[in-house]
Every structure is written in C-alpha cells, then in structure tokens.
C-alpha cells in the first residue's frame, strides 16, 4: 500500500471541496438561489439549541476559494516545512485554521460568528508562536489580544441583540435599518472588523505576525484571518448610517496610505508583503463604506488569488536564501530562481493592477467607480496616492529582488529543487492569471459602463505608471553619506514605522504597566515588605535562635556571670 502522508490526504481533501463549492457558487449566483439550513442539536421541554448555516453564492464562493488556497498552501508546507518533527501538528493547526474560518463564514448568527471569531484568534496565536523564540511570542500575544478587543465588541453586540429575540442578525437587517439599537450593534461589529483587518489604529500586529511560518502568512493574509473582519462588514453593510460609513471610508482610506508609504521604507521581505496586504484591507474597507459590497467582495477573491502566490514565491526565496529575509541580500534571482521569479512578478503586477491579471478586474472598477462617485479631494487624493505608493514598492521590491547583482555569498546552494513548493505556485498561478476575469464574468454578468472623461479614465494608468518609475528610481540610490533615508532620517523613521503606531499600541501601551511592575516589585516586594515581612522575620528568628542556642551551651563563665550579678543585686538591696 502506497504511504500518503497527512498533507497530501488534507490536499486532496481541500481541493476537491473547493471545486465543489465554487461551481455550487456559481449555480447559486446563476439561480439566484440562498439556502438556510437550521440544525437542532438539543431540544429539552420547551427550549431548544439551534444551529443555522447560510449558504448563498457569497459564502460558498468564499468557502471554495479558502478551501482551494488551503489546498495548495498544505501541499506547499510538505516541502517548505520538511525536516519540521511536528509537521502533523503543523498540519492539523492549519486545519483547525480553516475549519474557524468556515464557521464564520456561514454564520447568520452571532454566537456561532464569535465562535468561529475565537477559534481564529486562538488558533493564529498557536500558529504565530510555532517557532517558540520570544520573538514570536511576542508576536503571538500582541496578535491575541489586539483580536481580544475585536471579541468583546462582538460579545457587546450580542448581549444588546437580546433585545431582539435571537441572535440571528440576518433576520434584522432591513427591519431595523436607522434604528438606535442597530447603530450600536453596526458601530460594534465595525470596530470588531478594525481589529480583525488591522485598521488604524490597531495595524501593528499584522507586521508583527509575520512570525508565524510563510505558510501561514500566505493564508492569513489571503483569505483567512484579516479577511475575515471584511467578510463580516460586507455581510452587514445594509445597515450602516451615513455617519458610520464616513468612519469606515477616512479609517481604511489613512491605512491604506499608511501601509503604501510604510512598504517604501521596509527592507524585509516578508513585512513589505504584509504592508500591501494591509494597503488592499483598506481598499475594500473604503469601497465597502461607498456602498459598493459586492465590488469589495470580489476584491477579496482576487486579491486572495494574487497575495498567496505572492507569499509563497517569497516563502521560496527565504527557504533557498538560508533563511534570510533582508531585499538587499538578494538581487539576480531572475537567473538563479526563473520559475519562482516568474510567480513573483506576475503576482506583484496582479497586485498592481496590471491589464488582464486577476488584480485588474478588481482594482480598475473600484478606482473607476470611485471616479465616478460623489468623492470629496481628500479621499479621491488617498485612493489614487495609495495605488501609485502599491505600484511604487512593488517595482522597488522587483529591482531590489529580481534584478542587479547577487549581493550574498555565492556559496549557498541556490535553485528550485522543492517539487511540492513548485506545484502549489502553480496552481495558484494559473488562478492569478484567469480568476479575474472568470469572475468577473460570473459576478457581474452584465457589463458595468462607467462612462468618465478621458484623463480621469486614463489616470489610473498614469499613477501607476509614475509609482513605478519612482520606485525605480528611489532604488538605484547608492549606500552611502547620499542616502536619502539616512539624510532625512526623522521622516523616513516616521513614515517607515507605520506612523510610529507600534510605539503607541504595542511599546507605549505596555511600557509604563511593565516599569511600574518592575519598580513596585523591587521597592515592595524586594524591598521594604521583604525586610520587615518574610525575610526580616526569618532573619530575627534565626538571630533570636542563635542566642537562645548560645545560652544554652551551659557555660562555666555563664553561671559565674549570673552568680556574681546576682551578688551585686542583693548586696545592693541589703544597702538600700
């Protein structure tokens, strides 16, 4: 019998659910059909425990493209964590992973939502601190309890929603559109979402995250964990106020701005992948709160398409690179990766938006509709700024990558030697390159004509084709006094540093708790308390007892002490 192992079994497993679930999404949006399935798992006397599941087109399209993505990261980790001792474990984290995912996927309600919500946040700590250096585990904690926050809200939203009668959210949309108790759910389930996508001001943790395996990062950052926070405001989008939306659109409009120059500043890999993550996050945000959900939603999937792949061709560099991460040890991998460097770029211009890769279909809509739509100078300068800034470090990474010279010790053993690795990029290359426009096709069957002048339709080209020649041209700066980075070093470290946002949710939040720890516990409990409690009365005790033992030596000097002291007192009283 032919031995299969565990990622194999889970690959195949994942796949073929996927291909099932996308083309059962594809009848639903054809049929325009949406399924509730109600499960009672308990009934005592009169009181029941019921568990609902929601599958229309959206969710079983999402469900098919996570599964999918799985797939192919699983059979990537084969390779990619060979040599690991507990792959299995590994294996079975990543499962836990999607099945969290899958349970807030099909959730009208918010109980079974905030279970799946907990098992997320959980499962990525367990993920973020695999490598177990304190590093990752500080990671870990920050990824945990910026989630944490995301919880409460959520366990704040369902303790109002008793007023309601259930839990079920989906039955209250359009019932309670502009009522107050909808305003409070709304706004908590927004700041739930923040967290969940890393919105200002929680984004210091997804960088962060970066801990965690590149296997895991290509899933959280594809469709898994900060998707999941999009996935719950496009669900409840119907009911956001005027008020709210604007929130949500000057929010995700500063992240997405923040995370495009923060990339521009960045030196490692794997961080720069994970700032343009963010930069898209916002992206669906803003265009979410415009009202345009779907248009978001099919972002989501192609963005998930183009970021995986991305991730794991940089997963491929760092595993051949002897586990370095830094672009400017690298260059000329064009010659000594072509296959890897050949994902790479495509990924990178799907992610910029290049014609006819799936990142185009998406993107050009969105900033075609943002055109089109009624958009003050501040946000219409973010979304276009934020798209030349993306353009901008991809090409910056491409040059610093792919191209020059080779800048580490020629001595590592460089090439494309991981089948597995190579299979699982190719898969999703294929999607990278197609699912656009199959999409699209799907999604919106009629054609949308967005009819703008001609330099707002040509603007979006000339962005992004600025973005790129200045990405190009900030990265041919030679090492040296000239350096523009260390010249205005201020600047570069402000806008480098996420705008000193780790300072002042990470650093600056848990500074002063932990100094003033330190400082109570050497003043009170190594201090003072210490000397007059549990070793200053050790300490007495111990000199008492040596006293006491001392005097009982029975000592010759000790009785002709007493007996002369003795004299002396009854000669004194007898003169007295």
């Not at 926070?229 to 709210?244: A, E, K, T």
């Not at 799907?442 to 979006?460: D, Q, R």
């Not at 009365?537 to 006293?547: A, E, N, T, V």
Request: aromatic fraction near 20%; charged fraction near 5%.
């Amino acid at each position: 019998m032919m031995y299969m192992s565990i990622c194999f079994i889970s690959f195949l497993f994942l796949f073929i659910f996927s291909i099932i679930l996308i083309f059962m999404g594809f009848y639903f949006i054809i049929s325009d059909m949406i399924y509730f399935i109600e499960w009672d798992i308990i009934s005592f006397n009169t009181s029941s425990v019921v568990m609902t599941f929601l599958f229309d087109w959206m969710s079983l399209l999402f469900m098919g493209f996570v599964f999918f993505i799985s797939s192919l990261v699983i059979l990537y980790s084969e390779d990619y964590m060979d040599g690991d001792m507990n792959i299995n474990r590994f294996i079975l984290l990543v499962l836990m992973f999607v099945m969290s995912m899958m349970f807030l996927i099909i959730s009208p309600n918010m109980i079974s939502i905030l279970l799946g919500w907990d098992g997320l946040g959980l499962v990525s700590y367990c993920l973020v601190i695999y490598y177990q250096n304190v590093k990752s585990y500080n990671a870990g904690m920050i990824t945990a309890l910026s989630n944490r926050i995301g919880d409460v809200c959520l366990l704040m939203a369902i303790s109002w929603m008793l007023n309601f009668g259930s839990w079920n959210y989906i039955y209250y949309l359009e019932l309670l559109k502009g009522s107050f108790e909808m305003e409070i759910i709304s706004f908590l389930v927004v700041v739930a979402a923040m967290t969940s996508s890393a919105q200002i001001p929680f984004s210091s943790w997804l960088p962060a995250a970066m801990a965690a395996p590149t296997p895991v990062s290509a899933l959280v950052h594809s469709s898994t964990l900060v998707t999941a926070g999009v996935f719950l405001l496009i669900r409840f989008s119907v009911v956001f106020s005027d008020w709210l939306n604007i929130f949500i659109l000057l929010i995700s409009g500063l992240t997405m701005f923040m995370a495009g120059l923060g990339a521009n500043f960045e030196y490692d890999l794997s961080k720069i992948i994970a700032l343009s993550t963010l930069s898209q996050l916002g992206l669906m945000m803003s265009i979410l709160s415009m009202g345009f959900s779907v248009l978001a939603f099919f972002h989501l999937l192609t963005h998930a398409l183009f970021k995986a792949l991305l991730f794991m061709c940089a997963g491929m560099v760092i595993h051949v690179m002897s586990d370095s991460q830094d672009i400017r040890f690298m260059g000329n991998l064009s010659f000594q990766m072509p296959l890897t460097s050949t994902c790479l770029c495509i990924s990178n211009l799907a992610l910029c938006g290049m014609p006819f890769l799936a990142g185009f279909y998406s993107k050009d809509l969105i900033l075609e509709m943002v055109s089109l739509s009624y958009m003050n100078m501040f946000g219409f300068f973010l979304f276009y700024f934020s798209t030349g800034l993306t353009v901008c470090y991809s090409f910056r990474l491409f040059y610093y990558t792919l191209c020059g010279d080779f800048n580490m010790l020629s001595m590592y053993n460089m090439g494309e030697y991981s089948f597995n690795m190579i299979k699982g990029m190719l898969g999703l290359l294929i999607m990278a390159v197609m699912g656009g426009s199959f999409l699209s096709w799907v999604i919106f069957p009629t054609p949308l004509l967005i009819c703008l002048p001609f330099y707002l339709k040509t603007l979006v080209l000339l962005v992004s084709f600025l973005g790129g020649w200045f990405g190009y041209e900030i990265s041919k700066i030679s090492i040296g006094n000239k350096l523009l980075s260390i010249k205005f070093y201020l600047y570069s470290s402000f806008m480098g540093s996420m705008w000193f946002m780790p300072y002042i949710s990470t650093y600056g939040v848990s500074n002063m708790p932990l100094f003033l720890g330190y400082k109570s516990y050497s003043v009170f409990d190594s201090g003072w308390s210490e000397y007059f409690g549990g070793q200053g009365m050790y300490m007495l005790f111990m000199y008492m007892g040596k006293i006491n033992q001392w005097w009982q030596y029975n000592n010759l000097k000790f009785f002709l002490m007493f007996f002369v002291m003795w004299i002396i007192i009854m000669m004194f009283m007898l003169i007295i």
